[in-house]
């Protein structure tokens, strides 16, 4: 969206404003301010015209320009009505030199996690991949997966949704008293450095929101099932402004995981390329390994595929 369609769109959000006040404020002609109006109106902005000027009377739109309205992150938004998969999108842009870009989709029709494995994405969910440059070595890119993760949660928790984490990325939702949980988010982080710097980060964010959960995987819920249809403008802008006040503060990373985690406390088995281990979960250090009790001792897993155990 350009300078001047924010430049109305800021200035219609504190009220009426007129054509010919618009036009001066912004050094333009009233034809000019016209054809800004209806470009918004175009982009699904509500518009009307009244007695005393334009007004923007609702933002129900799922698009660039509505997500780019009011977000209070240094984001760009690429949206697409459908992509093969927005982390595929977002590398690209990245290769491209590209930061701070939030790749937005309604449907992913090759969308994938951890492990390419296959990830459902329907019209409905919030399918999102953020590009990253920050000056972090490769070591601490991990935080960035529990950065999203928590920001996840926090937004899931603000839409009544009793979000939990599962080590390393996966945003859960607690069933019965058993320790079973359905999955309601999952992130996949991508990315390019070298060994002692990160060149860029791609971010992906995929949240089941407003879908029918019997029309997902098997072991998945929805923000629809638990708690009602989200607005999703305002769930990825929140999304994105969580993230970005994490990222700026990657100290509180690991302490806002804890706090969340479901995993900790827990018996796990952790499949890794090293072989498999089996033991309580009871921490993750200030880089996101998973600190394992097993009956040989300690074990401090930085990557794997974690499956938590019913109790002995």
């Known amino acids: 969206m350009n300078d001047t369609r924010r430049a109305i769109l800021a200035a219609l959000a504190d009220g009426p404003v007129s054509?010919?006040?618009?036009?001066?404020?912004?050094d333009i002609s009233r034809a000019a301010v016209w054809k800004h109006i209806e470009g918004l109106?175009?982009?699904?902005?509500?518009?009307?015209?009244?007695?005393?000027?334009?007004?923007?009377?609702?933002?129900?739109?799922?698009?660039a320009p509505a997500v780019e309205f009011e977000l209070e992150a240094p984001f760009s938004v690429e949206y697409h009505d459908s992509v093969g998969s927005t982390n595929d999108r977002a590398r690209e842009l990245a290769g491209e030199g590209a930061t701070n870009v939030a790749v937005l989709a309604d449907e992913q029709t090759g969308g994938r996690g951890r492990l390419e494995r296959e990830w459902s994405a329907p019209a409905g969910g919030v399918w999102v991949s953020i590009v990253t440059r920050?000056?972090?070595?490769?070591?601490?890119?991990?935080?960035?997966?529990l950065a999203a993760s928590v920001a996840t949660a926090d937004v899931a928790r603000e839409a009544g949704v009793d979000a939990r984490i599962k080590w390393p990325n996966d945003v859960v939702v607690p069933v019965g008293e058993d320790d079973d949980y359905r999955k309601l988010a999952g992130i996949l982080t991508e990315m390019e450095g070298q060994t002692d710097?990160?060149?860029?980060?791609?971010?992906?964010v995929g949240v089941n929101a407003n879908l029918d959960a019997d029309a997902l995987p098997e072991g998945a819920t929805s923000i629809r099932d638990e708690?009602?249809?989200?607005?999703?403008?305002?769930?990825?802008?929140?999304?994105l402004e969580a993230f970005d006040r994490y990222r700026g503060d990657l100290e509180a990373v690991v302490p806002?995981?804890?706090?969340?985690?479901?995993?900790?406390?827990?018996?796990?088995?952790?499949?890794?390329?090293?072989?498999?281990?089996?033991?309580e979960a009871i921490d993750v250090t200030e880089s996101g390994a998973l600190v394992v009790e097993t009956d040989d001792g300690r074990v401090t897993v930085s990557a794997g595929d974690c499956e938590h155990l019913r109790p002995v």
């Not at 054509?19 to 912004?26: H, I, T, W």
């Not at 009307?48 to 007004?55: C, D, L």
């Not at 708690?227 to 999304?239: K, S």
């Open 19 to 26: 054509g010919p006040e618009l036009a001066e404020s912004l």
């Open 41 to 63: 109106r175009e982009a699904d902005f509500e518009i009307e015209s009244g007695p005393t000027g334009y007004e923007l009377a609702a933002v129900e739109a799922y698009n």
């Open 134 to 145: 920050p000056t972090i070595t490769p070591a601490q890119a991990p935080l960035y997966t």
């Open 197 to 204: 710097r990160v060149e860029w980060l791609v971010v992906g």
């Open 227 to 239: 708690a009602g249809d989200v607005d999703r403008r305002r769930f990825v802008q929140r999304l």
């Open 256 to 279: 806002a995981w804890r706090d969340l985690a479901l995993t900790i406390g827990q018996r796990v088995r952790v499949d890794r390329p090293a072989g498999e281990i089996v033991g």
